[in-house]
């Protein structure tokens, strides 16, 4: 059986503990960048605890989005996307402000999500509650808190929940 050599103290107080104690600023960035999207403004925080000063920082930053490994209109585009298929569009503006995203982008997203609103509305109430058609009050105001909580419209909630046959 093989056995891995043991480690000194010291081994850890110099970085080259576990887990990338050791790693740059700028490879740190391309590892969390090579699991999923993230904005400038989440990168960044992620980022901060580990450089030595805001002008590294800055200068990682800069390297990233040079190189294209970070972007924020794709980060906008893979956030719209998935989330799409769960929330409504209030609920992603709202996820996307707290990015420091650009206005115009994000707006443009949403124009693009206010588009499809009611067929995605239409989904998501579809498999909460199998289509069944509420029967008292306390279901239509069950199933309207369901869906205005998933940030969908109360236009397209009313209209989904009173004629869900309709298309």
Do not use: C
């Not at 110099?14 to 999207?37: C, K, P, T």
């Not at 800055?58 to 298929?85: G, P």
């Not at 306390?138 to 929940?161: C, H, M, N, P, W």
């Amino acid at each position: 059986m093989l056995r891995r050599p043991h480690r000194q103290m010291s081994d850890f107080s110099q970085g080259q503990g576990r887990r990338g104690q050791g790693r740059s600023l700028l490879a740190r960035g391309i590892a969390y960048l090579s699991r999923r999207e993230y904005s400038e403004y989440e990168l960044r925080k992620k980022l901060a605890p580990h450089a030595d000063s805001p002008d590294e920082l800055d200068t990682v930053m800069a390297r990233l989005k040079k190189e294209n490994w970070q972007s924020d209109s794709r980060f906008l585009q893979a956030t719209t996307n998935v989330s799409a298929q769960k929330w409504g569009a209030v609920r992603i503006a709202a996820k996307l402000r707290q990015h420091k995203l650009a206005e115009e982008e994000v707006n443009a997203a949403l124009q693009s999500l206010n588009d499809t609103e009611y067929a995605r509305a239409k989904v998501v109430w579809e498999k909460k509650f199998k289509g069944q058609v509420y029967s008292t009050p306390q279901e239509y105001a069950r199933q309207t808190r369901f869906l205005l909580s998933r940030g969908f419209s109360a236009d397209i909630v009313r209209k989904i929940i009173r004629s869900p046959s309709e298309d």
